[in-house]
């Protein structure tokens, strides 16, 4: 079992900055691909940024050039450096950890609430 626990949220104004943190218990964190996904009220789920193990990196198009995932495998832990931030980045933000293996894991954290003031 693993969990996921999400910090960092909190209100900002816009073109502010948050860092969001992801901490992963277990060993698995270091051989499994991390995504931060969000949710907007009345909105459907959507990835935000994604890093594989070997550190290669995914961003949504809204997202590009503000926004940076990276892992510390030392730490178990995920970040989202949030800059620039927009009215529209308001949103609850989750974590998610996927490896598929042998063993197939896919875990989400209970989200940490990003709320940007215009």
């Known amino acids: 079992q693993v969990q996921l626990v999400e910090s960092g949220g909190g209100l900002v104004q816009a073109g502010g900055s948050l860092r969001l943190s992801c901490a992963a218990s277990?060993?698995?964190?270091?051989?499994?691909?991390m995504g931060w996904y969000r949710q907007a009220p009345g909105k459907q789920r959507e990835l935000v940024a994604g890093?594989?193990?070997?550190?290669?990196?995914n961003y949504a198009d809204s997202v590009k050039g503000r926004f940076t995932i990276s892992r510390d495998n030392a730490k178990n832990t995920v970040y989202l450096q949030m800059n620039s931030l927009k009215f529209e980045d308001t949103a609850v933000y989750y974590c998610?950890?996927?490896?598929?293996?042998?063993?197939?894991?896919?875990?989400w954290g209970k989200g940490t609430l990003v709320t940007v003031s215009s």
């Open positions: 998610r950890l996927e490896y598929y293996g042998a063993y197939d894991m896919d875990y």
């Open positions: 277990g060993s698995i964190f270091s051989i499994a691909d």
């Open positions: 890093i594989t193990t070997g550190g290669t990196t």
